[in-house]
Every structure is written in structure tokens, then in C-alpha cells.
């Protein structure tokens, strides 16, 4: 393999910038536009709420197949940082022991993983694992004031064709084996989920919350929302490391991944939105 340059750098940052970024799902998700708006009622807002716990707990799968299939065992540690931390255990800040820190794990223990306290930042190593600390716990926290129990959520039967389809397609791509492939859909789903979703779906739930069910717990989507906040900075040298890097990379591999991994986002999104025209009052 040849040696790669600065140049040619340069050109597979084009080639992201023009073939990934541009996607419809990262500048114009239909949806997300609409649901940042919208005078959601409870049905559209239980709707989505359902669809979404699918999501989140069948990404607990690709996310495992990402740590099984590490290519290395820093990679192995990143994903298992992500899948420890989904389940439940809660981060540790990485700073040295400050007066602030004790406090926050302080309350940390005390609030039992309360979404609206617990860190976004820090490390699973060393950390406390709450059941109450699962995302998929606050999502429950949601879905009981709407109406909807453990038994209507987070399975696959819960889910609709089209979030079906993202979740294979986050197993198949995200998941995957090969180096290249896997990388190039994190990065899809990593700058994807930077662009700005978050805040669209907190502020419809925001106008809901204050006209409908006072008391919806927001704590998942603004914890996540955080967390975007901090990835979005890392991408660009994670990007070089891994071009740069000691293992085999394929640009074109990596590509159509990450085009595909797209797809299968929009396909999410575009279930949902469909749902909600057919379902417009
Ligand atoms: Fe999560």
C-alpha cells in the first residue's frame, strides 16, 4: 500500500464533505423540522416516544457487535464505554479529584442516575452501575406519563418497518467486522446525530411538556443532547488517526458505509414522518 499524503488526505475530506455531510438526512430531516414546531398531541408524541425506545435498545446490539468486533483493544475500550454507559453505569468524571466532582457523585448516588444529574462526560472505568442510570430506564420514565409501559416499548414487535430497517442497518454496518466498514458508519452516525436533532426534539417536547403533560421528564433527550454537544469537537482528529493510522483502511469501504448508514437513519426519520401525514388531523 502506497504511503498516503497530506493531499490525499485533503481529497477523502472532500469526498466526506460532498458525499456524506450532504446527505438529506443530516441538512434537511423532513420530520425533525416539523416535530420542532409542531402542536404535538399525545398520540404523535406516544407514537414517537415507542419508535424511539426500539431504537435505543436494539442499538444496545450494534453497539455490542462494535465492542466484540474491535480492531483493537483502545477501540474495544471506546465501544465498551458507550455500551456500559447505555446500560447504566455512570460516567466518572476524568479530572483529578475536585471539590466539584465529589459533589456531582454525590449527588450521583443519590439521585440513582437521574438523567438531569448524572455526567456526560468522564469514563465507565471505575464507575457506579445504577439500573435506574439505563437510558432505556428514562425513556420508561417518558413513556409512563404517556400512557405506555414496559410492555409497549423497546422490543422488536414494538417497532415499525422502517426503524426496523435502521436497527439492522446499524447492526450490519455499525457493527461490523471490517475496519472500514465500521468506521465509516460511526462516523455517519456521529456526525449525523451532531447536526442537530436533539435540540429539535427537545423543543417540540418542550411545547408539549408546557401545554399537555406538565410533568414529562425531558432528561433523556437533553442528556443526549450534551453529549453531542462534546462528540462533534472529536471527529476531525479521529478522522486523521484513523486514515493515518496502523490498520488497513479502505477510503471506498468507508464511504459507502457511511452512505448507507445514512440511509438507514433517513429511513427512520422518513417512517416516522409518513406515519404522521397519514396520521394528520
Ligand atoms: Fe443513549
Known amino acids: 500500500m502506497a504511503e498516503r499524503s497530506q493531499s490525499d488526505f485533503k481529497a477523502f475530506q472532500k469526498r466526506i464533505e460532498q458525499e456524506l455531510l450532504t446527505h438529506r438526512v443530516i441538512v434537511n430531516n423532513e420530520y ?7 402542536d404535538l398531541t399525545l398520540e404523535e408524541v406516544r407514537y414517537f416516544v ?47 479529584e475536585s471539590e466539584i466532582s465529589r459533589s456531582k457523585r454525590a449527588a450521583d448516588a443519590e439521585n440513582e442516575g437521574d438523567p438531569d444529574l448524572v455526567n456526560t462526560e468522564g469514563t465507565v472505568d471505575g464507575g457506579t452501575f445504577k439500573f435506574k442510570a439505563a437510558h432505556f430506564e428514562w425513556l420508561l420514565l417518558i413513556g409512563e406519563r ?20 435502521f436497527c439492522d442497518e446499524l447492526e450490519r454496518l455499525y457493527g461490523n467486522e471490517n475496519f472500514s466498514i465500521g468506521a465509516g458508519a460511526s462516523f455517519a452516525v456521529e456526525n449525523w446525530a451532531a447536526a442537530g436533532f436533539w435540540k429539535q426534539l427537545i423543543a417540540g417536547l418542550k411545547t408539549f411538556k408546557e401545554t399537555t403533560i406538565q410533568d414529562l421528564p425531558l432528561g433523556f433527550f437533553t442528556w443526549h443532547d450534551k453529549v453531542e454537544g462534546q462528540h462533534a469537537t472529536h471527529t476531525q482528529k479521529e ?43
Open 239 to 281: 478522522l486523521e488517526d484513523l486514515y493515518f493510522g496502523p490498520h488497513e483502511f479502505n477510503e471506498d469501504q468507508f464511504i459507502i458505509s457511511g452512505k448507507e448508514m445514512l440511509d438507514g437513519v433517513a429511513a427512520f426519520w422518513d417512517g416516522l414522518n409518513t406515519h404522521r401525514l397519514a396520521h394528520t388531523r
Open 146 to 165: 404517556l400512557g405506555l409501559t414496559f410492555q409497549d416499548m423497546g422490543r422488536r414487535s414494538h417497532g415499525s418497518e422502517e426503524p426496523l430497517f
Open 32 to 38: 425533525c423540522k416539523w416535530f420542532e414546531k409542531a
Open 50 to 96: 415507542a419508535q424511539f425506545s426500539v431504537f435505543s435498545n436494539l442499538f444496545l446490539v450494534a453497539q455490542l457487535k462494535k465492542t466484540i468486533n474491535a480492531v483493537d483493544l483502545d477501540e474495544m475500550h471506546a465501544a465498551k464505554e458507550i455500551l456500559a454507559n447505555e446500560i447504566g453505569v455512570i460516567f466518572r468524571p476524568p479530572t483529578r
